[in-house]
């Protein structure tokens, strides 16, 4: 939770000893937009690399 919250992913009101906690949804979204990206850059590196292992046995 510490973590999320230091990414400002998560945002924390404490109400005596309660602790609500709430993601941030713009957050979470550019961090979604982030995750993808290097997803779609990943994949196309491996997709690559298996064609070329293919290629060349």
């Not at 979470?28 to 290629?55: Q, S």
């Amino acid at each position: 939770m510490k973590i999320l919250e230091d990414a400002g992913l998560l945002s924390r009101k404490k109400e005596g000893r309660t602790h609500r906690c709430r993601l941030e949804q713009q957050r979470m979204k550019e961090a979604e937009d982030w995750i993808e990206a290097h997803r779609k850059f990943w994949n196309e590196k491996f997709d690559a690399l298996e064609k070329y292992l293919k290629e060349n046995p």
